[in-house]
């Protein structure tokens, strides 16, 4: 089944730098790849997401990459602001239509902390 | 519009008890999905359901049982509690519809303490 890893575990940035958290996964047919920031004591909430036949997506100061060839995707956090600190998870999922069973299967996550 | 909702919010169990977890969603999404989150484990997914009356075994499914009777329901049974079981539960529904809308709503998770 799918696997997927996750680094750094933590990350400490001072505000301003920028933030970067890189995943592999192992499952090829996986086309899907969305990252969900998780506050403290809140649920996860999508922030931005990828598909296979996408190589770069960008959203304000965030930005995710996907190398398809090496298998793994990255989320990129420019700018960083106090508000950025969060655990962050990438996700990797094979988006197919009802006949097939669509797992989602989350990295361990990223704990990100933006000193001010 | 309540989103996905997780009944109850905290619970203490004792070694051997019983008990389920439920999970609505007003939103008629077609998949539902239990995760189990623990410290530096990230969310590890359970049981998962594709719709109506169907389910599915996830990454750690042993000592757990799900059933989707109803579309808006995905419940999650503990048959016999254990402390390996502390956790904190979230479940989660995405559309599926033929739109390919994949965003996973959340619920507001269970803290379950087995003791």
């Known amino acids: 089944g799918e696997n997927v890893e996750q680094h750094p575990s933590t990350l400490s940035v001072q505000e301003g730098d920028s933030a970067v958290i890189k995943c592999t996964y192992s499952d090829s047919a996986s086309n899907y790849f969305p990252w969900y920031k998780q506050e403290l004591g809140k649920r996860p909430q999508l922030i931005i997401d990828?598909?296979?036949?996408?190589g770069e997506k960008k959203d304000q100061r965030i930005a995710v990459t996907l190398n398809k060839t090496a298998k793994h995707f990255s989320l990129h956090i420019t700018e960083t602001q106090p508000e950025d600190s969060a655990v962050y998870f990438c996700?990797?999922?094979?988006?197919?239509?009802?006949?097939?069973?669509?797992?989602?299967?989350f990295g361990p996550g990223t704990s990100l902390s933006v000193i001010p | 519009n309540a989103g996905v909702t997780q009944t109850p919010k905290f619970r203490v169990l004792k070694t051997g008890q019983s008990m389920t977890l439920l999970c609505a969603q007003d939103?008629?999404?077609?998949?539902m999905y239990w995760y189990r989150q623990d410290p530096g484990m990230g969310l590890r997914l359970i049981h998962y359901?594709?719709?109506?009356?169907?389910?599915a075994k996830g990454e750690v499914p042993d000592g757990y049982n799900v059933s989707r009777l109803k579309k808006q329901n995905f419940l999650l049974g503990l048959e016999s509690a254990a402390p390996s079981q502390t956790s904190v539960y979230f479940c989660a529904s995405i559309d599926g519809g033929p739109l390919l809308n994949t965003e996973a709503f959340f619920g507001q998770g269970t803290r379950l303490t087995v003791v």
């Open positions: 939103m008629n999404h077609e998949y």
């Open positions: 990828i598909r296979s036949n996408v």
């Open positions: 359901s594709v719709g109506e009356g169907t389910t």
């Open positions: 996700a990797a999922s094979i988006d197919v239509m009802k006949t097939s069973y669509d797992k989602v299967i």
